[in-house]
Structure formats: C-alpha cells, structure tokens
C-alpha cells in the first residue's frame, strides 16, 4: 500500500508538472505576434489529392489535409505549393485557407485551387508557409498579462481625504510582438500577509507597439475608498488586441511596424479586423417575437466581402452572458466603405437581457479593389504607365527572369487582352515580357508570339493589365493557348 501511495503521488506530481509546462508553451507562444506564428513546428500537411492537374487548366486540389499537434487553434493558414514538371523545374505558389485549425485535430481543406498551370506536374510538395493564432475575448486579456511589463510605478495613496491614488509616473513596455490599445492596469491593495483587501482598475488610453516603452505622467485614480492597508501593487489587467493598421491610425509610431507587417497583413483579407461594427441598435427584442437590429458597419481594406457571420452575447443586468447565437449577413460591403445593415433578423427572442455584444467570426472574400496609393493611366494601346514612375531609375534597371515567382493567376486572350499577375518576388518588377503560344485542335504548336506590357509590379502584389494588343493575334485560328512569364527588369 505504501508502495503505491508512492507511486501515486509521483504519478499526479509528472501530471502537474507536464500541465505546468504546457501552460507555459501556451503562455510562451501567445508572447509572440498573434497575427504571425514563428514556430510552424506543429502544423503540418499530412495529406492531399489532386482533383486536377492538366496542362493550361486550373489546379485543384480535391483535398490538403493538415495536422495541428499543438494546445493553440490557428486560423488564416498559407500554404507553400511547391511543383517540379518533368524537367525537374521547380514552380512555386502560395496558397490561404480559409476557416480554423482546432488544437491536436486534423482537419481536410477541400476543393484548394491554384492559378492555370503552365505545365504536366511530375512532383509535389505541401509545406506550411504562415498562420495566425485564433484567439477570443478571453484570451486578450491573458494575451496582454505576458505582453506588458510594468517598469516602474512612481504614485502617492491619499487615503484621508480624497481618496485617489497620485500617480506621478507610471512607465512600462510591450515585450511581445503584438499591437495594444488601451491597456488597463489594476492597483492592488494588500494587508500584512500579502492577501488582497481591495482590486481598483484604471485605463491608459493610446496604443503602444511591440517592443515599445511608453511613460504617463501625473494624473489621478479616484474611488480607492479604504482606510487601512500595508502594502500596494500593481498589476496588467487585460489590453485590446489591434492590428498594425490601426495602431498607426490612432498615432502609433512607425519605428514599431516592421516591414513583414506590412508583407504579411496589409495584404491579406483579414475580416475580423478589416471589417468593424461602427453600432448597432436593437429595433425589436420583444421576447417570442422575431429579434430586429441595424448594424453600421465599415471595410477599411482593398477587398469586398459577404456572407458576414457574427456572433450575438446576450447580456443579462448582473453582467453576465446568459446566451449567445450566430447571425449571417448574406449581403455585400465594399472595400474603402461604409454600409448600414437594416431590419437584420436574428431570431426569436427566447430570453429577457439587458444587452448585447456583437463580434465579427467571418466572411468571404470575393475580389479586392487596387491600393489606394496606386494612380494609373492608360494609353491609346492599353498598356498601363504608373504616374510614380521615376524616368531617371529606367537606365538602373537590370534583367530578372525568375518565372518561379511570377505567376500568371488568369488570362483572357482576345482582340483586347487582360492579364493578372502575381509577383511573388520581392522586388518591383518593371517592363515584364509574355510568350503567348497558340496551339491547335491537337494541342501542337502553332505560333508563338511575344509581346511586352509597360510599368510595373510591386513586389508581394497583384496586378490586372487590361485591354493589350497583341500584334497580328487576330490572323491565326487557334484552339488554346499557353502563357508563360519570359522576363521583366528590377532596379539595380
């Protein structure tokens, strides 16, 4: 019997240990940038199927399969397509998936389209390439516990008479990768054995980066409202995770955005924070009957979004969630816009509640506008020319032709062509040069014909050329064609 006492003891000791550690990964990885994993160890594809791979169609994919061997869910994961043709020439696409990756579960994302291949693939390999951690409202407070140190804390308890806290200055750090808002922080009021007598929060209003130090001065903390206590502390209550974008919309300093936010986010569509709730209001909560509600909701990114799917909190007078239900706006908003939603039904009201809170889950990306930043023209022949475009820079240009990284995403080949082009590269790519090679009813060969589009392609970015003439196209009877990327030119 002592035996196994023993053992039974050592037993819950390793289970209190291995939770321990598993806190502390949890902790560990929810320091860094929740918008961008470093450690992908976790996640891996074990599995896919090809649906289609023809020459000159689209690839598909019928399912990629992925495998989450972590204590975290993920959302927003990129994938790395990598395919050899029978040469043995390696092409290179990068592919987001939509929805989320629960904790140690697998999870098949099906029917995954890559843009029109130029070849037979012979080989292929599926990598994780980027995610996100999934994260809720309860997590942002733990979030912003690990992120914020408190460096010092200078104050003054004035407990006679007016009962405030006068803080003199109160300075302290971000240490994780993440953006904050609104940090609040609570003065902990303690007796003799350390034990708690009394919590008081305050807000400090203002947005602070990753890695950066803030310091606030004299201002005061009112309704202390005690007599006696030994000691004081101060701890990081909870803080508003936000995205880079909107740190530096509300003054954020740009020394604390790296250029991989920009890579990485700008460019994404990221519903929950592309899109925001301005307000809502309840138009009817009479219980048994159909709820009614008007949001008013802004886009702030390039692309146009629907089948908007928010989740509803039912708030009762004591402050607590009482029930919670799902609502689809099946309608469409626009990039750059803002857009009122009228008489949105979200069901029979089964329950009395004195509020709601309204969160965005997710929605569909269904085509992007360009940035904003970009002013284009068009000339006689419909070839494109940037208005940013430095004339001096033309005679430092020289040859790039790696075709791995740029890609053709689709094309409509006629009296007055388009093209859109992803380049993958990191550099901006000027003058790119097209082999067009018409084939037959046989899918021989039958012409090949070269031509050259004007201005550039940022790097990282999309680009549709439109209405491009391509000389003497319209004298040969083709059935299909292939395009392919020949060269272009990149700044010395």
């Not at 994780?128 to 979030?143: C, F, G, M, Q, R």
């Amino acid at each position: 019997m002592k035996n196994f006492s023993c053992f039974f003891i050592q037993v819950l000791l390793f289970a209190g240990l291995l939770a321990f550690a598993t806190e502390a990964s949890i902790d560990s990885e929810l320091r860094q940038n929740i918008n961008k994993v470093t450690d992908l160890s976790k996640i891996k594809v074990v599995g896919f199927k090809w649906q289609q791979k023809a020459k000159t169609t689209l690839g598909i994919f019928e399912y990629i399969e992925v495998f989450n061997n972590s204590s975290l869910d993920y959302r927003n994961i990129k994938l790395e397509v990598l395919i050899y043709n029978k040469n043995k020439r390696l092409y290179k696409f990068i592919v987001p998936m939509s929805g989320e990756l629960e904790a140690n579960a697998k999870k098949k994302f099906r029917i995954v389209t890559l843009p029109i291949l130029p070849f037979d693939p012979d080989e292929t390999i599926v990598n994780i390439l980027s995610a996100e951690l999934l994260y809720v409202d309860d997590d942002i407070k733990i979030l912003a516990e690990n992120a914020i140190k408190i460096i010092s804390f200078d104050h003054v308890v004035e407990n006679v008479t007016s009962k405030v806290v006068i803080v003199n200055s109160l300075k302290f750090k971000n240490e994780s990768e993440n953006f904050f808002k609104n940090i609040v922080f609570s003065i902990n009021f303690l007796d003799q054995k350390g034990n708690s007598i009394k919590s008081v929060p305050f807000k400090v209003r203002g947005v602070i980066g990753p890695k950066e130090t803030r310091n606030v001065e004299n201002f005061q903390v009112p309704g202390i409202g005690i007599d006696y206590f030994s000691n004081v502390q101060l701890s990081v209550f909870k803080g508003e995770l936000i995205n880079y974008r909107e740190y530096l919309e509300k003054g954020g300093k740009s020394k604390f955005v790296k250029l991989s936010d920009f890579q990485d986010v700008a460019d994404t569509p990221l519903p929950r924070k592309d899109l925001k709730i301005n307000k809502f209001t309840i138009v009817n909560k009479s219980r048994s009957t159909i709820g009614l509600m008007t949001i008013d909701l802004s886009n702030k990114s390039r692309y146009e979004y629907e089948n908007l799917v928010l989740e509803m909190r039912f708030i009762n007078s004591g402050g607590n969630t009482i029930s919670s239900k799902k609502i689809k706006i099946k309608e469409k908003i626009k990039p750059f816009s803002e857009r009122i939603f009228s008489e949105v039904n979200f069901g029979i009201v089964d329950n009395d509640f004195s509020k709601i809170n309204l969160t965005i889950l997710s929605a569909s990306m269904i085509g992007s506008s360009p940035e904003l930043k970009k002013v284009e023209t068009k000339d006689s022949v419909g070839r494109l020319e940037n208005k940013n475009y430095d004339n001096d820079k033309a005679s430092q240009l020289i040859k790039f032709d790696s075709n791995e990284e740029i890609l053709v995403l689709d094309a409509n080949i006629g009296r007055r062509a388009s093209l859109k082009i992803l380049n993958l590269s990191n550099h901006r790519i000027f003058n790119p040069t097209f082999k067009l090679i018409l084939l037959d009813d046989k899918s021989k060969v039958l012409k090949t014909l070269r031509f050259k589009l004007s201005g550039f392609i940022e790097p990282k970015s999309e680009r549709t050329y439109r209405s491009i003439e391509i000389d003497n196209l319209a004298s040969f009877k083709y059935e299909s064609f292939r395009l392919e990327y020949l060269s272009g030119e990149k700044l010395k």
